[in-house]
């Protein structure tokens, strides 16, 4: 009799009310899911376990302008720029329809600029064509400017301004500068009234340029007065410039009083 009533007690509700009553523990015991740490507790330097990583505040990084498009012919200079600006300072990297630009010495080369990057492709060919993009990141984020440049086919050739006239006294340097564009790209000479310039050493040198050539004349004299010209010539056509060099005699004119 004894075993059965403790059989009719440890049945149905019974069974629970003497869990209850015997185990005071048991009554801490919820339906809600697992315990949650406490929000106080802290680990190693004190952030908060529910927060989220926190960056410093003076961390950014933007793009100042849009990456710039070009349209041009074979055989000039193409200059793509990457202007950013963040803290700290980004790594920049450069891809053409997304692979990596390799520089190749004379004709592509990447340089730091003091608003970013600069990609600079010279003597162009139309396998040039495509997407340029940089991409900019530092410990705050990552972005992207992208660029189309355009190469078409086609001869040409054309001065890009015209050529400058000097007066001056002897003693003097002056610096006569042929611009020109074209392609193929296109030899030069220079005349000075009608007859080829020579080269003398280092008072008179003839010297190619980015956009072209400079004849630069030291210690001038009156004979070097006269009419100089640049004559360019490529498949395409020859063209000519002239400008005209005045050397006076006498010393330099200085303002009064001085």
């Given at each position: 009799m004894y075993k059965t009533s403790i059989k009719s007690t440890l049945?149905?509700?019974?069974?629970?009310?003497?869990?209850?009553m015997c185990c005071p523990l048991f009554g801490q015991i919820s339906t809600d899911g697992p315990p949650k740490p406490d929000r106080n507790y802290s680990i190693g330097s004190g952030e908060d376990l529910y927060s989220p990583l926190r960056r410093d505040k003076n961390y950014f990084l933007t793009l100042l302008a849009p990456m710039n498009n070009i349209?041009?012919?074979q055989g000039q200079t193409a200059n793509l720029h990457c202007k950013?600006?963040?803290y700290p300072l980004p790594n920049i990297k450069w891809l053409k329809n997304d692979s990596s630009i390799s520089q190749?010495?004379?004709?592509?080369?990447?340089?730091?600029?003091?608003?970013?990057?600069?990609?600079?492709?010279?003597?162009?060919?139309?396998?040039?064509?495509?997407?340029?993009?940089?991409?900019?990141?530092n410990s705050n984020a990552t972005i992207k400017a992208t660029g189309l440049l355009n190469v078409k086919h086609g001869y040409f050739l054309n001065f890009l301004t015209p050529m400058n006239n000097i007066n001056t006294v002897e003693g003097q340097a002056a610096n006569l500068h042929c611009r020109v564009a074209g392609y193929p790209l296109p030899s030069i000479r220079w005349l000075k009234n009608g007859s080829l310039v020579i080269q003398k050493g280092k008072r008179i040198t003839i010297r190619k340029t980015e956009y072209g050539s400079r004849l630069r004349i030291q210690d001038l004299?009156?004979?070097d007065t006269g009419f100089y010209q640049c004559v360019a010539s490529n498949k395409n056509k020859t063209i000519t410039a002239t400008g005209v060099l005045y050397v006076k005699d006498g010393q330099s004119p200085t303002l009064s009083g001085q």
């Open positions: 049945s149905g509700k019974h069974f629970v009310l003497l869990l209850l349209t041009t012919f950013v600006a963040g190749e010495p004379g004709r592509v080369t990447i340089r730091k600029t003091e608003y970013g990057s600069r990609l600079r492709i010279q003597n162009l060919d139309t396998t040039d064509t495509g997407y340029y993009q940089c991409i900019a990141s004299n009156t004979s």
